[in-house]
């Protein structure tokens, strides 16, 4: 499975932003997908996950309510709807897959490169 993740930007602070996951391979839509970010001198955290039918979603606290996850596995697709962004969301943005949707959070087996998001206040 590759993943592609692209749709940051600079935004200013309570905008949206929408990011992407695009998956390659056959079986993308047999896996769980996660969103991490980093933000400079941190380390990397959870976002968010979806289970690979869509029917399980996970926030971390930090952007619950804000952030929603959904996907299209018709179209190899996971996207991040961000809204009320807050300058504490700036961050490179990434989209990790893994079987279960317990085990992306935990041991993503594949990574897509970055994408990065800045809030400006």
Do not use: H
């Amino acid at each position: 499975v590759q993943l592609q993740a692209f749709g940051g930007g600079l935004v200013q602070a309570g905008g949206s932003l929408r990011l992407s996951c695009a998956g390659s391979g056959r079986t993308f839509g047999s896996y769980a997908v996660g969103w991490f970010r980093q933000a400079p001198g941190k380390e990397r955290e959870f976002v968010a996950r979806i289970s690979w039918n869509g029917g399980v979603t996970y926030y971390a606290d930090s952007v619950k309510g804000r952030f929603t996850i959904s996907r299209d596995n018709a179209k190899s697709a996971v996207w991040l709807q961000m809204n009320s962004l807050k300058s504490e969301d700036t961050a490179v943005y990434y989209c990790a897959a893994a079987t279960t949707v317990l085990s992306v959070t935990t041991r993503p087996e594949y990574w897509g490169q970055g994408t990065q998001v800045t809030v400006s206040s």
